[in-house]
């Protein structure tokens, strides 16, 4: 059984550690073990030995944003250990320092032989997921460089370069060779009777390309100090509810994580900004749609998300057509990616533009965030981007011809372009996939929102009265075409999607909700969708299932077919909230509160689909996101909808 790994993050670094704070590049559940920037593993190998031997983890790693541990030395119950080993681990921007104290146990003087052995392999996170690909790296070269107090090691793939350096107070007596590309730094410890010896290990990641990383804490305690104090700024003058304790700690437990996750990001006049990441540990980078939703999230409580999320996505809006990164002029980025294979065209995620709705979600931040803070600042700045997102949905997207947000499966990426993208996602009830061009939902509504917001800006913003009337003729337009195709009348509930025929794909799913929120259907099947997915084969207790049980698709361990997002049902509860349906809204929102008190207070990413009638605490799914900024601003959407009821 492979070791449980603990997530350490700090903007766009994360470490997975082991129980015992080792790292042996083995995968865990849910995560690949290492030292992680820029997508890059900058350390693949941490591992602690006393004496020759690896020690017996007494206290293991808990969770949390430093790891402690305590380590004694094997043996048997009538010889107590000799030495106590205290590790405590932390990460900083492009670091990971660590503290290790050795206490010994005996009445007289100790000597104590230490080693760490250390590597870096600087894998691509892209060859660490589960897919079977491989991806040749033609002339790359590794190093490792002895140093004063430690060893550097360095990677070369061309023009790539990039080094991760290992350095120790007192610096180590001896760097060895292993045999295996691994360094290991030794040291001999004479300890006084039940006297102690502490080293002091930093490592710094030089990723290729990244600017110059700050300087690196010296300890784990003073790099909680920092992030303490980052989480502390964004909890600041949040009003939690009183009357609902439970939902105040999950608003500050997903505040605390919305600061971890914030990655550097460039704005169109190159300024500096942080965005919220989408999550650890596989998307510790800008995703537009992540980032947009986390952003509408957080609006009322922290606007400078918002404030940052706009211009980072109108700076990286496409501006051509692109084939391999399925980009179009006025599209808004789905990801961004920093490492070696996106550098050498190897995946085709550096800028990938897979996306049908992150343009619109763009455009209902920019209107929701004027209608929230009255700043119209952005408004006008990002006019230019905002006219190109409408012209991308009229024209490439398919509003004008299709009468629809439409896409089509990328065969080098995405087969589904909507929040439900993993493959067989978007399917009829039976489990079959639709052919051709694929209409989803929650798409439309998004477009629909996005037309009405944008036609307001224009009115009120850029004083354009033609093109407010445009917009809003499109809006009107688009929502009776939708409630004409979508609607299943044999099931009174919207198709989760039409295909290129115009067919509908008749799954019951979760994307209703989405209409609600957007707000595209009208008040009488609004309120019946509503109630619909509060029933049993919807509501599992914990929250909305992706898709309603029962049907054959259905799967309560499946990405998208019928586990719980929370923040898909965040998004359904302020949609319930929107048409008067109080009553369920507040029935979502309690059952995702009470995930959130299973879960150490932290909803993840994507919970097992299993109601809480046939067990009684929620089933995690093996492969989510532990820390993720959707779920994480998903109690805030809560307490918008509900207040602290």
Known sequence: MTDRHHLLVRGGTFAAVGDSGDITGVRGVGSPAGLFVRDARHLSRWQLTVDGAVPETLAPVADGDTARCVLVPRGGRQEPPAHTLFREQAVAEAAFVESLRITSNRPVPTTVRVAITADADFTDQFELRSDHRTYAKSGAVRSRQVLDDGVEFGYRRGEWWSRTTVTAEPPPDAVEETGTGARRLCWT?????????????????????????????????????????????????????????????????GLADLAALQVPATG????????????????????????????LFALPYRPRLAAATLPALAATQATETGTRSVAQPGKIVHEVRHGE????????????????????????????????????APARRLEPHARAAIGWMLDHGGLTSRGYLVYRADRGGLANQNWKDSPGA???????????????????????????????????????????????????????RFQRDFWMDEHAFPALALDGDGRQVDALASDAGHLLWS????????????????EPDFFSGWGVRTLAAGQAAYHPMSYHRGSVWPHDNAL??????????????????????????????????????????????????????????????????????????
């Open 189 to 253: 410890l004479d300890l006084e009777p039940h006297g102690s010896a502490e080293l002091s290990l930093r490592v710094a990641a030089q990723p290729h390309g990244a600017a110059p990383a700050p300087a690196i804490p010296a300890s784990p305690a003073a790099a909680n100090d920092q992030l303490i104090a980052l989480e502390g700024e964004f909890m600041e003058d949040v009003a939690f509810p009183t009357g609902w304790p439970e939902l105040a700690t999950a608003c500050a437990r």
């Open 268 to 295: 169109p006049d190159g300024e500096e900004l942080s965005v919220p990441a989408a999550g650890a540990p596989w998307f510790l980078t800008l995703l537009g749609r992540d980032a947009l939703l986390t952003s």
């Open 341 to 376: 294979l996106a550098h050498f065209g190897q995946v085709p995620y550096g800028r990938y533009y897979g996306s049908v709705d992150a343009t619109p979600l763009f455009l209902v931040l920019l209107g929701a965030y004027v209608e929230q803070t009255g700043d119209t």
């Open 426 to 480: 978007i399917c009829c009830a039976d489990g079959s996939r639709p052919h051709g061009p694929v209409m989803a939902a929650g798409a439309q509504g998004y477009a629909y929102d996005a037309l009405r917001r944008t036609a307001h800006l224009a009115r009120t913003v850029w004083d354009d009265e033609v093109y407010a009337a445009l917009l809003e003729q499109a809006a009107g337009d688009l929502r009776d």
């Open 519 to 534: 707000g595209l259907l009208d008040k009488e099947y609004g309120r019946l969708v509503g109630r619909r997915l509060l």
């Open 572 to 645: 359904t509860t302020l949609g319930l909230a929107r048409y008067g349906l109080h009553d369920e809204a507040r029935t979502v929102a309690h059952g995702l509160v009470d995930a959130a008190m299973a879960t150490g207070h932290r909803l993840p990413e994507v919970l097992a689909g299993y109601g809480r009638d046939t067990h009684p605490e929620p089933v995690p799914y093996p492969h989510a996101c532990i820390r993720e900024s959707r779920s994480a601003a998903t109690p805030l959407a809560l307490l918008t909808a509900v207040g602290g009821a």
